[in-house]
């Protein structure tokens, strides 16, 4: 596969990063390579999770092989899924560790043949993307990432730019109405009156510095030009289970009650993601495309 195409960011001695956010605000992943993969991978959640996708992207999106921009491709698991299906992959994330770890993991998930001739990794965020990657794009992923992004409304305006007519984008959001849920089955009933629900991105937390609605979604969606095709919840029940699956057997039964009641309206509304769908038209809606304010 073709390395990065641009330098590392710069760093303090030791591997951290110079700063927890970028000039623009937004959480980068630079030192907390580990600390990722193991708090969002490393137990039932991740898996989880992975498996819900692997059922979800075929029901929800009209896949024909086209070329995928995936942004914000982290760890590299959406990137293998698709190039494993035969899809040219663009992988994109402000991140060189990052970027570092998804090229061993697509080297360790695809044959070397296939992960030369079908993915591509760029050092870049997302808001330069417009002249780094501008397509148009049948087929772009953005998942989990516009909640680390101080300006989450314009980068939906920047996805939509790249998206050609009658292309899809698959977008999954951090779910802020989920965030307060568990806050308050964890007890934390001030933290949710004072709607204190994002994190700072100042520490080792990893909680989302911008979780979004889907009033939030449906309101920039239709600002961008773009409809809503699909929704669902991904982790509508599991992140509020008093115990984890104990076993194999019960990690599929969960698996298969997710994905009966992921679709099904109110459940998915509480996932702690939501993976939608948006398409912009073949012609123009009668919504007016809106720049973000």
């Not at 580990?34 to 989880?48: C, E, H, M, T, V």
């Not at 494993?84 to 570092?100: F, I, K, N, W, Y």
Request: with cysteine; glycine share 8%; aromatic share 6%.
């Amino acid at each position: 596969m073709s390395k990065p195409s641009r330098p590392a960011a710069t760093a303090r001695p030791g591997g951290a990063p110079a700063s927890p956010l970028s000039a623009r605000g937004d959480r980068h992943f630079d030192g907390l390579a580990d600390k990722f993969a193991g708090s969002l991978y490393g137990a039932s959640r991740g898996a989880l999770r992975l498996a819900l996708l692997d059922r979800l992207l075929p029901e929800m999106l009209e896949l024909d092989g086209q070329p995928l921009l995936d942004v914000g491709g982290g760890l590299g698991q959406l990137a293998a899924w698709f190039a494993s299906r035969g899809h040219r992959v663009t992988l994109v994330d402000p991140s060189a560790e990052m970027l570092a770890r998804a090229e061993t993991h697509l080297a360790e998930h695809l044959s070397e043949p296939l992960a030369e001739r079908q993915v591509s990794l760029l050092h870049a965020p997302l808001q330069e993307l417009p002249s780094l990657a501008p397509g148009p794009w049948r087929l772009i992923a953005c998942h989990a990432v516009l909640e680390w992004l101080a300006d989450p409304r314009g980068a939906m305006a920047t996805l939509a730019g790249l998206l050609a007519p009658g292309g899809q984008l698959s977008l999954m959001v951090f779910n802020r109405d989920a965030l307060r849920f568990s806050n308050v089955v964890k007890g934390n009933l001030e933290k949710a009156m004072a709607d204190r629900l994002e994190g700072t991105g100042q520490r080792q937390r990893l909680t989302p510095i911008s979780p979004l609605t889907h009033a939030q979604v449906e309101a920039w969606s239709q600002a961008c030009g773009l409809e809503i095709r699909e929704v669902a919840g991904i982790r509508v029940f599991h992140d509020y289970l008093r115990t984890p699956p104990a076993d194999e057997r019960e990690q599929a039964r969960l698996l298969e009650l997710e994905h009966r009641y992921c679709r099904v309206d109110p459940h998915w509304r509480l996932g702690r993601y939501l993976l939608y769908t948006l398409e912009r038209p073949l012609s123009p809606s009668s919504s007016t495309q809106e720049s973000p304010a």
